[in-house]
């Protein structure tokens, strides 16, 4: 007997022809409609709650360089899933989140598990949200769905279907397209730029998120070298994009509108590529701009380059422009090459105890693997594995893109089920701060049942560190609920099904560590650390 064609088979159907075959998801009652029967060819990742969903997704997306699909519950599951939402939103990752509506029949008397105001719910952190009005729409809506996330700027989009959607007959969809998803750069403008890049003294280079998110990576150390210019990272970036041990890299610009003047001193044109100028925080008042400086800035996104305080911009694909304009530009072997970031590399002559954070560092950048990647969420500590564990290779860091936590430890999950989706096999690395580690912890469960390759380094400085330091600089003394005694994470990743260890020296860090790298599973390491003041 031929199964009836509905419209649940019909958008499975669709699903396939669009590489959409993984679900992350957390079910709920208002759609087990869409997963009843659940496809043999599909992959169901169950996350235990729907924030660690969506961060999952999201480093899934990154990863495999295409369209993730997110399954959440109705207005609860959508609500729990918002604050990494806004992450991808600020990533520019393509999500597809759908969730369940109650019955049609219903939706006029606001019943339980109604999404009441579903198209406005999760807005304005996706670029396009919809109900379909009849159940015939729905293969349709996920069509537009998949062409509006993947489109530049791309990000998350998403559709809510009524339960009862999924039962009803359909014979077919057969309007399958295929949407661009990069914009070339106007070409005369573009030769503006390269002439003003040719005709400055002494260049910045600032190579943001969307570089790396675009395979920029190669053509942007070509042009660095080219124009012997000095290459910043771009202000709380969420990927990196140039290789941090680099001789022409200076480090991360800063933070806040002074400390960022204050580091392009001295270089009368500064260009940005693929990243916003800038992502200020906090508020430290300066010129944004040093006296006798000019910005160029050259993104894909057209809200980015609007909101820029100062400059001219161009709108265009990064990677596509960098690699034009290595053709364009002139020349700067006349040019002085800029000095090397400063690494101290400043170690006590005996250990501490508790470690520091570049104690830590130091020790990791003993047994890290050359091919590892790391998903960094201990945000008082990140200048410090800049200088101990620069990034050198395309594609291995991974940052939240909002400013919140609560991504890092379910992202790592996304990576590494993203490595093995592609075939790719390395170690995930996540360093994570204790506060961080709490706000999806869930998310470990995930990764020890699918026997994942990642070691969690959890610094355990037992307070919200980075907010300390925000209270020195912004003069708020006596704020409570920053610290966090009394923590046992090690018997919580073992209670969710990880490989977990104390360990308090650099010689037991370095040890677990390797052990962890052939553990076979997922391994949660608990490391003592003083607290580590933040470079605001």
């Not at 559709?159 to 005369?188: E, H, I, K, N, Y």
């Not at 709380?236 to 041990?245: K, Y």
Request: glycine share 8%; net charge negative; proline share 8%.
């Amino acid at each position: 007997m031929t199964e009836k064609s509905t419209v649940r088979s019909v958008t499975y159907d669709l699903l396939r022809t669009l590489r959409l075959t993984t679900v992350f998801g957390n079910p709920g009652s208002t759609e087990e409609t869409f997963l009843q029967d659940f496809p043999p060819d599909f992959t169901y990742v169950l996350a235990l709650q729907e924030g660690s969903v969506v961060a999952m997704a999201d480093a899934f997306a990154q990863v495999t360089q295409r369209p993730a699909l997110v399954n959440v519950h109705s207005s609860a599951g959508l609500g729990n899933a918002m604050g990494n939402l806004v992450a991808a939103y600020h990533g520019n990752t393509p999500l597809i989140v759908t969730s369940g509506q109650q019955h049609r029949e219903l939706v006029i008397g606001d019943p339980y598990l109604g999404n009441r105001e579903a198209v406005t719910m999760p807005k304005p952190w996706v670029k396009w949200s919809y109900e379909p009005a009849r159940a015939e729409d729905v293969p349709e809506a996920f069509m537009r769905a998949y062409a509006t996330a993947l489109q530049p700027p791309a990000g998350p989009v998403y559709v809510s279907v009524p339960m009862d959607d999924w039962g009803q007959p359909l014979s077919g969809f057969a309007r399958v397209r295929t949407v661009s998803d990069r914009v070339a750069p106007d070409g005369a403008r573009l030769r503006s730029f390269a002439d003003r890049i040719s005709a400055c003294r002494r260049p910045a280079l600032v190579f943001g998120p969307e570089v790396d998110r675009g395979g920029g990576w190669d053509a942007a150390v070509a042009l660095a070298e080219r124009l012997r210019a000095a290459v910043y990272g771009a202000p709380l970036q969420d990927r990196a994009s140039f290789p941090e041990d680099h001789p022409l890299f200076r480090g991360p610009l800063g933070m806040s509108v002074k400390n960022v003047s204050d580091r392009l001193a001295g270089h009368d044109l500064v260009v940005v590529f693929g990243a916003e100028v800038f992502r200020y925080y906090p508020y430290v008042p300066g010129d944004y701009l040093p006296a006798g400086t000019e910005l160029l800035q050259i993104t894909a996104n057209p809200a980015v380059a609007a909101a820029a305080r100062v400059g001219d911009s161009l709108l265009g694909d990064p990677a596509t422009a960098i690699a034009q304009l290595r053709d364009l530009v002139a020349e700067g072997s006349a040019r002085t090459a800029p000095e090397p970031m400063a690494r101290p590399y400043s170690l006590p002559q005996s250990p501490n105890s508790p470690l520091t954070p570049p104690e830590v560092y130091a020790a990791l950048g003993r047994v890290r693997p050359d091919d590892a990647v790391i998903v960094n969420e201990s945000t008082s500590t990140m200048a410090q594995q800049i200088e101990w564990l620069p990034t050198v290779r395309t594609g291995s860091f991974f940052a939240t893109a909002s400013g919140g936590i609560g991504w890092g430890t379910p992202a790592a999950v996304g990576v590494a089920l993203g490595d093995r989706d592609r075939g790719v096999r390395r170690p995930v690395v996540g360093l994570i701060g204790d506060g961080s580690f709490q706000y999806c912890v869930q998310a470990v469960w995930t990764a020890a049942q699918h026997e994942l390759p990642i070691v969690y380094v959890v610094m355990r400085n037992e307070e919200y560190s980075i907010l300390k330091s925000f209270a020195v600089l912004e003069d708020t003394p006596g704020v409570p609920g920053l610290d966090l005694p009394g923590l046992d994470i090690a018997s919580l990743a073992r209670g969710f099904g990880c490989r977990a260890v104390d360990v308090e020296t650099t010689d037991e860090l370095e040890g677990e560590f390797k052990a962890a790298l052939s553990a076979g599973t997922t391994t949660v390491i608990v490391v003592p650390t003083q607290p580590q003041k933040a470079m605001l």
